[in-house]
């Protein structure tokens, strides 16, 4: 599994969502590379991961990220939110969590109204297998859409995309079933770790209810709400994301030698 190393400081593991790669952290690599030692990862099936075998499955991904990484906060975006925050519940050398539009569950249920439907994981899985491209392009649009700078954001977006190179078509259907059927709300209430949740006020995929709502079964955590922010605040609000993850971090214990 690729994991691009940059920058200087506390360790800091970047996991990004469905269908990108860890490129997508960019803008953020540029703000915190003279805080943090950061550890971008291409998750399985994805850019320069693309010919990984691991299965892009919750234990597997996290054991294997764990074994290449020190101590660290672990902030996952989206997707990359459930391997985060397995990651904090399961690994000791987690220090922190960071979830930037990312909740424990992404699919709406009775004692869970702040998600999206079911049936929007369903059609992007049976549209992959006739239209890939068309599919990937409206998941980016979702991605974008209600941000103040959705435009810039969906171009930044589209460039990424390829940049890289396309994700695995088996990796973007493995993605979608995590999406669907995962359900992380029994880790919160004794996370070993304090949590940030940075939510995009204007989420499309991600309420800030639903991050406002699992944050609240977490003990150590804090929320703050991207004002105006889409699914991928850290593109459009990089200053605003960036600063509360140096906050965040700067809250933490120091680490033992």
């Known amino acids: ?34 805080q943090f030692e950061l550890h971008r990862v291409d998750l ?8 990984d075998a ?3 499955r919750l234990p597997f991904v996290v054991n294997a990220i764990a074994a290449a990484t020190p101590p660290a906060v672990w902030c996952g975006w989206s997707l990359g939110g459930l391997f985060a925050l397995h990651a904090a519940a399961t690994v000791p050398k987690v220090r922190g969590l960071a979830m930037i539009a990312a909740t424990p569950r992404f699919v709406r249920g009775e004692d869970w109204p702040h998600a999206v439907e079911p049936s929007v994981f369903e059609q992007f899985g049976q549209d992959l297998a006739t239209d890939y491209r068309g599919t990937l392009e409206r998941f980016l649009a979702l991605d974008a859409m209600g941000s103040e700078h959705a435009r810039q954001e969906l171009r930044s977006l589209r ?18 079933r995590l999406l669907e059927g995962t359900d992380l709300r029994g880790a919160l209430p004794s996370l070993p770790v304090p949590s ?27 929320v703050h709400v991207v004002a105006h ?7 459009g609000h990089t200053d605003d994301v960036a ?4 906050h965040f971090v700067s809250t933490l214990p120091p680490l033992r030698n």
């Not at 006020?201 to 955590?221: E, H, I, N, T, Y």
């Open 1 to 34: 599994m690729q994991i691009e190393v940059t920058g200087s400081g506390p360790a800091l593991v970047l996991i990004h969502g469905w269908a990108l790669h860890g490129g997508v952290f960019a803008p953020l690599v540029e703000r915190l590379a003279a």
């Open 44 to 51: 399985p099936g994805h850019g320069h991961s693309r010919d």
């Open 54 to 56: 691991t299965p892009l």
């Open 159 to 176: 460039a990424m995309l390829v940049e890289r190179g396309e994700p695995a078509p088996h990796a973007l259907q493995e993605g979608l």
């Open 196 to 222: 940030l949740w940075l939510a995009g006020q204007r989420d499309r995929l991600v309420s800030a209810r639903g991050m406002q709502a699992a944050a609240a079964l977490a003990p150590r955590s804090s």
């Open 229 to 235: 922010g889409g699914h991928a605040p850290f593109l």
């Open 243 to 246: 600063a509360q993850l140096l």
